[in-house]
């Protein structure tokens, strides 16, 4: 079945430092992919998305580019921030209508990024 | 809009008892989720509904009902609490096929 491979956590990186955190996924047809955000105590927010093969979904400095070559869907930040001190989430979307657009996560990253 | 709302915050529960988990969203989405979120497993599909009237089961089912009588709620039923429910769960909905708003959580103990 379809499946989202994220790198493990946590990442613990240095205010201003390039951020990476790696997905890859596994899925028949041509799915949706997303990263999601989760803050302290908080739920989930949507912070980018690519519905198509070589689609960049950028967002709040965050980047990532949907390669169905090597089916990945890597996220990006050139400088990250104290406040970007969350746990990410990378999520693909391939069931048809009927079935709700149901949600596949990765196990979640955590970073966390010190002054 | 208030958006995606769940109640309660946290609960605990011991062995047996039974409760419903509140959902509702004020934005008429048709589509509505249930996930719990356990460490290092992300988030698993409970049960999902396309619309009300609509409910299907998602990753992890057993031991959980739902039912979606309004298009505004859908809440989550544990009919008999096992220690293996203490998750953190996670209501979401959505109007098209794919992006998803969340709730904040309720976080959930079963003694």
């Known amino acids: 079945g379809d499946s989202v491979t994220q790198m493990e956590g946590p990442v613990t990186l240095s205010e201003e430092a390039f951020l990476t955190i790696n997905c890859t996924y596994t899925?028949?047809?041509?799915?949706?992919l997303f990263w999601y955000v989760q803050y302290p105590g908080e739920g989930l927010q949507l912070l980018l998305k690519?519905?198509?093969?070589?689609d960049k979904g950028s967002n709040k400095g965050f980047e990532a580019t949907y390669r169905k070559e090597t089916t990945s869907f890597h996220l990006e930040k050139g400088s990250v921030q104290v406040s970007d001190s969350a746990v990410y989430f990378c999520?693909?979307?391939?069931?048809?209508?009927?079935?709700?657009?149901?949600?596949?996560f990765g196990q979640g990253t955590e970073l966390s990024v010190k002054p | 809009n208030a958006g995606v709302t769940q109640t309660p915050k946290f609960q605990v529960l011991k062995t047996g008892q039974s409760m419903t988990l509140q959902c509702a969203q004020d934005?008429?989405?048709?589509?509505m989720s249930w996930y719990r979120q356990d460490p290092g497993m992300g988030l698993r599909l409970i049960h999902y509904?396309?619309?009300?009237?609509?409910?299907d089961q998602g990753e992890v089912p057993n031991g959980y009902n739902v039912s979606r009588s309004t298009t505004e709620d859908f809440p989550l039923r544990l009919l008999s609490a096992a220690p293996s429910q203490t998750s953190v769960y996670f209501c979401?909905?959505?109007?098209?096929?794919?992006?998803?708003?969340f709730g904040p959580g309720t976080r959930l103990t079963v003694t």
């Open positions: 509904s396309v619309g009300a009237g609509i409910t």
């Open positions: 979401a909905s959505s109007r098209g096929l794919h992006e998803q708003y």
């Open positions: 690519a519905t198509k093969a070589d």
């Open positions: 899925a028949t047809g041509y799915p949706s």
């Open positions: 999520a693909l979307s391939g069931a048809p209508r009927n079935q709700g657009g149901k949600l596949i």
């Open positions: 934005m008429n989405h048709e589509y």
